[in-house]
């Protein structure tokens, strides 16, 4: 399932659109991942692995092109907006 699953969340959460080293950091890449998981109701896999999933769609966490996309992207913007009220 993990490889599949990984698949499906760089398809639907990510596009590659910035300059390379620019994009998103592991920080927000795995939070934007919990929230892919969360609005999928599907199992979170440890950091480990997405790094290992990253490596293996030849994306470096560290250094990469990605911005946010999608629904996962909106959840995980509102999800870490402080609190205004």
């Given at each position: 399932?993990?490889a599949?699953?990984?698949?499906q969340?760089?398809?639907?959460?990510?596009?590659a659109?910035?300059e390379?080293?620019?994009?998103?950091?592991r920080?927000?890449?795995?939070?934007?991942?919990?929230s892919?998981?969360?609005l999928?109701?599907?199992?979170?896999?440890p950091?480990?692995?997405?790094?290992?999933a990253l490596?293996?769609?030849?994306?470096n966490p560290?250094?990469?092109?990605l911005s946010m996309t999608?629904?996962?992207?909106?959840?995980?913007i509102?999800a870490?907006a402080?609190d205004?009220v």
């Amino acid at each position: 399932m993990p490889a599949i699953h990984f698949e499906q969340f760089l398809a639907e959460a990510v596009v590659a659109d910035r300059e390379p080293g620019l994009g998103l950091r592991r920080d927000e890449l795995y939070g934007l991942y919990t929230s892919w998981c969360l609005l999928h109701q599907a199992e979170l896999q440890p950091p480990a692995a997405l790094w290992d999933a990253l490596h293996n769609a030849g994306i470096n966490p560290d250094s990469n092109n990605l911005s946010m996309t999608g629904p996962a992207a909106a959840d995980y913007i509102v999800a870490s907006a402080p609190d205004l009220v």
